[in-house]
């Protein structure tokens, strides 16, 4: 009798046993399921070999930048499975200019692809990477620099006053912004293409003398000017964009204060914008038009100061992910995507094998949509 107790017991455990078992292949196969990513090429979003992505698979279908894991067949009849960024959807047209997505129903009628906030902060790329010192992404060129304790930097002007350009690549001069990549062995490496959509983020503070903050993009130079505690407009453009910048180039912005103000100064989907944070938000100080398709290839960062010294503390330089079609697309106008498929990329493109080489991508081979980075939990957070 006790033998008997004993193996209905055991039964009772097996079968709850293998209901969970059951029930967490239903939810791997049906609801969700947790990815390790192995590829960088969707860098610096996600950092392959480190994190375990949360998939859903119950999500409905694609909408634009967001992430989606999918099973590409390759050409020896193997698959593997990637996650790339969602550009286009079915049935519509894409293009690729100066490094932003547009798209549309067809060729004759694009339109530039705007994201959410949070998406235009997922997908920015610090520069010119983590590796390199913060004194040493400045090149001084005249007068001197000096680094203080708590990350400031302090300027002092020569003879000739003080000049430096900030670095915007690890690529020789790196004068320019450029589409630096991670490689698979975690380095970076310089990039080919210059990048117009950037950001210069910096906490100013009153000058003794004159400080200017300058992005050069293709001969149209734009930014800020401090002159003792108040915090200018900089701008030197051609009639046709000076009509309509709005603002003429010295126009007072705000009045900082002993404290400082944290500014970003950046381009972004053809617009200038001046932003200062403050304990009540963020408060735009301008914003203008400006035009990102230009040829000539130049995006670079300057500071100037013409007397005395000058402190202030940067907090980053960053660029947005920067698209272009390559390979056998190279030469392509814009691309239609076919019915029942979608047109993905990675964020790392210079190293990303994505519809760019093999084509839109089948609905049928969508696996989930990418939801959180479960782990590490230092890189928890959710992605869409």
Not at 123 to 147: C, F, I, K, N, Y
Request: hydrophobic share 45%; net charge positive; charged share 20%.
């Amino acid at each position: 009798m006790i033998a008997a107790a004993t193996t209905a017991r055991w039964r009772r455990r097996l079968l709850g046993l293998g209901a969970a078992v059951t029930l967490l292949l239903l939810l791997r196969w049906c609801v969700c399921d947790v990815l390790l990513v192995v590829e960088r090429s969707m860098w610096p979003a996600l950092e392959g070999g480190r994190d375990r992505v949360l998939l859903n698979r119950l999500a409905a279908q694609p909408a634009r930048f967001e992430m989606w894991a999918y099973r590409c067949e390759k050409d020896d009849g193997t698959a593997d499975i990637r996650i790339k960024r969602v550009l286009a959807l079915a049935g519509e047209a894409l293009a690729l200019r100066g490094g932003d997505v547009y798209t549309g129903p067809d060729a004759a009628h694009l339109q530039r692809a705007l994201r959410t906030q949070d998406q235009v902060e997922w997908m920015r790329v610090a520069l010119p990477g983590p590796h390199v010192a913060r004194a040493q992404r400045w090149r001084a060129e005249s007068g001197t620099l000096q680094e203080t304790a708590d990350g400031s930097l302090r300027l002092f002007a020569g003879a000739t006053g003080f000049h430096a350009l900030v670095l915007g690549s690890v690529g020789p001069g790196a004068d320019s912004v450029m589409d630096d990549c991670v490689g698979p062995g975690g380095l970076v490496h310089p990039g080919r293409h210059v990048v117009p959509d950037t950001r210069f983020s910096v906490q100013l503070f009153p000058v003794g003398g004159c400080l200017k903050l300058l992005h050069e993009l293709f001969g149209d130079v734009r930014g800020v000017i401090v002159r003792g505690d108040k915090l200018c407009l900089h701008q030197e453009l051609d009639p046709a964009a000076q009509s309509a910048a709005g603002s003429s180039s010295g126009a007072v912005l705000c009045t900082l204060p002993a404290s400082g103000v944290l500014l970003h100064i950046e381009t972004l989907d053809g617009m200038f914008r001046i932003t200062a944070e403050r304990a009540a938000g963020a408060q735009v100080l301008y914003e203008a038009a400006r035009d990102t398709l230009n040829g000539r290839a130049l995006s670079r960062w300057s500071v100037q100061l013409d007397s005395g010294d000058a402190l202030l503390r940067p907090v980053d330089l960053s660029r947005d992910v920067h698209y272009f079609f390559g390979g056998g697309l190279a030469s392509v106008a814009a691309y239609q995507v076919g019915a029942d498929s979608c047109f993905t990329a990675g964020d790392n493109q210079p190293i990303s094998a994505d519809s760019r080489s093999h084509g839109p991508v089948p609905h049928s081979h969508l696996l989930g949509r990418a939801e959180r980075i479960l782990l590490p939990r230092a890189r928890a957070r959710r992605l869409n």
